[in-house]
């Protein structure tokens, strides 16, 4: 009797690194698993042996980008909170087509995409605890304060990212000037 084939970790991530662009090119509801698996150079085979369908497909592209966030963040978490928000960028600014599918919505248009929340709420546990650590915020108020500064770096990288102020817009200045604004409301009390 024949073995099924194995796939390995390195296929696994080609099919969601493609399966990524194929959803930022054309959006979550024209994903065909077809074309995932040949960009990453395999079958539909492999798709179902690794992912099981579409919606386990982009529901794990999206824990693929808030994993690889949260390890960019963890790695920033030491030099505190403005090297947090650089890295947000950076990470964005590297990683457009998870980022764009992480927050534009695709969770909602796929029927079953259901991330996990332990994943995507991980990923802003680096700042929570910056905050705690630098003595920015109690450990009861971290999470909200989090979730401002997230809402203003989000802000500001979604903008750069829609063009919203032309192609000549002085990004890393208006960038330096969030993180200064942060930083200016969040000082050790």
Same mark, same amino acid.
């Given at each position: 009797?024949?073995?099924?084939?194995?796939?390995?970790?390195?296929?696994?991530?080609?099919?969601?690194?493609?399966?990524?662009?194929?959803?930022?090119?054309?959006?979550?509801?024209?994903?065909?698993?077809?074309?995932?698996?040949?960009?990453?150079?395999?079958?539909?085979? +492999?798709?179902?042996?690794?992912?099981?369908?579409?919606?386990?497909?982009?529901?794990?592209?999206?824990?693929?980008?808030?994993?690889?966030?949260?390890?960019?963040?963890?790695?920033?978490?030491?030099?505190?909170?403005?090297?947090?928000?650089?890295?947000?960028?950076?990470?964005?600014?590297?990683?457009?087509?998870?980022?764009?599918?992480?927050?534009?919505?695709?969770?909602?248009?796929?029927?079953?995409?259901?991330?996990?929340?332990?994943?995507?709420?991980?990923?802003?546990?680096?700042?929570?605890?910056?905050?705690?650590?630098?003595?920015?915020?109690?450990?009861?108020?971290?999470?909200?304060?989090?979730?401002?500064?997230?809402?203003?770096?989000?802000?500001?990288?979604?903008?750069?990212?829609?063009?919203?102020?032309?192609?000549? +817009?002085?990004?890393?200045?208006?960038?330096?000037?969030?993180?200064?604004?942060?930083?200016?409301?969040?000082?050790?009390?």
């Amino acid at each position: 009797m024949a073995r099924p084939p194995v796939y390995d970790e390195a296929l696994r991530v080609r099919l969601l690194d493609a399966a990524a662009e194929i959803i930022d090119r054309k959006g979550p509801a024209r994903l065909s698993l077809r074309d995932a698996a040949q960009a990453a150079g395999t079958s539909t085979s +492999a798709v179902y042996a690794l992912f099981g369908g579409k919606a386990e497909l982009v529901t794990a592209v999206i824990e693929h980008g808030f994993t690889s966030f949260g390890r960019a963040q963890a790695m920033a978490e030491p030099e505190g909170l403005r090297a947090l928000g650089v890295a947000y960028r950076s990470w964005a600014l590297h990683n457009p087509a998870l980022y764009r599918l992480m927050f534009g919505g695709a969770m909602l248009t796929v029927a079953d995409c259901s991330p996990d929340p332990a994943t995507t709420q991980e990923s802003m546990m680096p700042l929570v605890r910056a905050l705690v650590k630098g003595g920015l915020a109690t450990e009861a108020d971290s999470p909200r304060a989090a979730l401002a500064i997230w809402a203003q770096v989000h802000g500001a990288v979604s903008l750069e990212f829609a063009g919203v102020a032309g192609a000549d +817009a002085p990004w890393d200045a208006v960038y330096d000037s969030v993180l200064d604004t942060i930083e200016r409301g969040f000082r050790p009390a």
